[in-house]
Each structure stands twice: as structure tokens, then as C-alpha cells.
């Protein structure tokens, strides 16, 4: 993107509990929280994904995301509506950044909120995967140098990480019991 030339974001909504966006500008957290904000919420849970200076001991100096936004738009909306109702939420905010994001900088931001706080915790990961696995948005790190850059697929998880999510929700379902959030 030249500089000077603003491309406004483009955003999709359910309602006034369910957002999603794509954009070009910065990310704003706190923003993104008052999108979830509300009386009936017990919890409120932010995941923000940044950008981080280093992939496999190689230097990243940028990343740069991509998509087809009017496919992404529908695909992140899915998503939201999806896991809103999944886990009773009472808001959802998904906003991921396009074009360059340094070092430092979010790159997606997903705000829920919810009258308890499992139900949150819960929702906010499976959007997170949700989105990394689904949405059409890809991701380039830019190494510098001879080796350049990569793009690369946002659903690299592994075997093992799912294999640890799945033992460590069963050990909350085992201590949980029945009982309600608090």
C-alpha cells in the first residue's frame, strides 16, 4: 500500500453482539473490548496475536497478511455466529490486520464475552483456531537477506498441541464437575 492511500476497513456484523472486520490500520485493543463490553458479560477474554522478531531461530523483520476479503469477511461472520452460539456468548469481536504488521504489532485481535468465564476461555481459543484453519487471510514472514520470505498457512498446529489442549480440557471438565463458572 502507497502511503497516503487509506483503505477504509471492511466490516461485517450480526446484531450488535457478533463483529468482524478486516483492516489495514493498527489494531486497537482497547477498542476491541468495548465492542464486547456489556452488563450481562461475568468475563471478558482478549486474545491478541502479534508479531514476533524471531520463526525457527531466523530473524523475522515483518509479516505480511493477504486475503480474499470479501470471502474472509463471510468465512470470519461463519466462524463468529458459530462460536457465539457454541458457547452462549454474549459478544464477539474478530478483527485481523492486513498488509505489513511489524514486530510488536497485533495481526488479529478476538474479544468474548460471556456471563462466565470458562465459557469465554473456551470460545476465545476455538475462534482463534476457528480463524488460523478456515478464514482465506495468508501470512508471509519476511527474513530479510538471501532468504527473503515465506508465506506460510495459519493452521500449522501440531499433533501434540491438540493432543495437550484435548488432555488439559479434560482435566477442567474432571475438576469442574457440574458445577456452574463463578
Partial sequence: MNEGTRRPPQVLKEGEDIHVELTYDPLDIQTTINR????????????????????????????????????????????????HARHTLTS??????????PIGEESILIAVSAPHRHAAWRAGEEALEECKSKAEVWKREE????????????????LARRQRRASLEEVVKVEDGEQEDR
Avoid: C, M, Q
Avoid at 44 to 62: E, K, M, N, Q, Y
Fill in 36 to 83: 464486547v463490553r456489556s452488563p450481562k458479560a461475568g468475563a471478558i477474554v482478549l486474545f491478541a496475536g502479534t508479531t514476533r522478531d524471531s520463526f525457527d531461530s531466523r530473524p523475522v523483520l515483518h509479516l505480511t497478511y493477504t486475503s480474499y476479503v470479501p470471502k474472509a469477511l463471510t468465512t470470519l461472520l461463519t466462524i463468529a455466529k458459530s462460536v
Fill in 92 to 101: 464477539i469481536s474478530v478483527t485481523h490486520r492486513l498488509g505489513l504488521v
Fill in 143 to 158: 527474513f530479510g537477506g538471501e532468504e527473503g520470505g515465506v508465506w506460510r498457512e495459519n493452521s500449522d498446529v501440531s
